[in-house]
T-cell receptor
């Protein structure tokens, strides 16, 4: 049973526009959420995170929004750049002191120049 | 500062064989986690080691095992390989357990079981 779901396997966006990647989770015990980016032949790299006590976290072009009542989070990339083309994974963990991450299956973002 | 290194990068085995994968964490990192990535299941947590002790274990059969050495290097072993074990195995290291400590991933070992 997938506890973290990324329902869109792929997304194409024009360069300069906004990319919105979505993630849903089923377990209300998750209290920390992360986004990772993965290029081919490389391991995932950390992008941005958010604690359940917040509803928004921003870092440069990347913003993560958390809607706890809907058990939904989203990653916004503005403006999108061709170098953002990668697979994006949403991840969650139980309790901030616990390391194991529960990942979604990923969304492949293609930014078209 | 060198990143997380994993060896070998690619491996081909046949069913029934066993395999050992190695992970060297970033210098100073004492926590190592292993994940399996498959197209159908995404990334799934295998186990986590800290100070040579297994701290957490994912929902995988006993054929999957691991260990950590005093220098924080870690190995994982899969015995009696099955076709479904074909996957990318990723190792991640962090200073210590907990989400306050960012996990840095290695490039992975691509295992193919024929």
């Amino acid at each position: 049973d997938q506890q973290v779901k990324q329902n869109s396997p792929s997304l194409s966006v024009q360069e300069g526009r906004i990319s919105i990647l979505n993630c849903d989770y089923t377990n209300s015990m998750f209290d920390y959420f992360l986004w990772y980016k993965k290029y081919p032949a490389e391991g995932p790299t950390f992008l941005i995170s958010i604690s359940s006590i917040k509803d928004k976290n921003e870092d440069g072009r990347f913003t993560v929004f958390l809607n706890k009542s809907a058990k939904h989070l989203s990653l916004h990339i503005v403006p999108s750049q061709p170098g953002d083309s990668a697979v994006y994974f949403c991840a969650a963990s139980f309790f901030s002191g616990n390391t194991p991450l529960v990942f979604g299956k990923g969304t492949r973002l293609s930014v078209i120049a | 500062k060198a990143g997380v290194t994993q060896t070998p990068r690619y491996l081909i085995k046949t069913r029934g064989q066993q395999v050992t994968l190695s992970c060297s964490p970033i210098s100073g990192h004492r926590s190592v986690s292993w994940y399996q990535q498959t197209p159908g299941q995404g990334l799934q947590f295998l186990f986590e080691y800290f100070s040579e002790t297994q701290r957490n274990k994912g929902n995988f059969p006993g054929r999957f095992s691991g260990r950590q050495f005093s220098n924080s290097r870690s190995e994982m072993n899969v015995s009696t390989l099955e076709l479904g074990d074909s996957a990318l195995y990723l190792c991640a290291s962090s200073l210590a357990p907990g989400t306050d400590n960012e996990q840095f991933f290695g490039p992975g070992t691509r295992l193919t079981v024929l």
